[in-house]
């Protein structure tokens, strides 16, 4: 997804902010975090711990909102 903005960007005058993508990015991926969530154990052939998934989760958050907060000249 950061890929097509990009060259959007690139590609024509428009500009979107790198917050703006942040935002508009995670909306999708929430559902599809939710979907990954609920369906761990069925979808799976080794679905993982609850703990681990949790991390992931964390981790991803941690990184957008670092991506949001850090960089608003962007």
């Known amino acids: 997804m950061f890929n097509i903005t990009y060259l959007y960007?690139?590609?024509f005058d428009?500009?979107?902010p790198i917050?703006?993508?942040v935002v508009l990015v995670n909306i999708p991926i929430m559902i599809?975090?939710?979907?990954a969530f609920v369906y761990n154990?069925?979808?799976c052939i080794n679905p993982i711990s609850y703990e681990m998934f949790v991390y992931?989760?964390?981790l991803y958050l941690y990184l957008n909102?670092?991506?949001?907060c850090d960089y608003p000249h962007l």
């Not at 599809?32 to 979907?35: A, G």
């Open 9 to 11: 960007n690139r590609i």
């Open 14 to 16: 428009v500009n979107i």
């Open 19 to 21: 917050r703006a993508i």
């Open 32 to 35: 599809l975090w939710y979907i």
């Open 41 to 43: 154990d069925f979808l």
């Open 56 to 58: 992931i989760y964390l």
């Open 65 to 68: 909102i670092y991506f949001y």
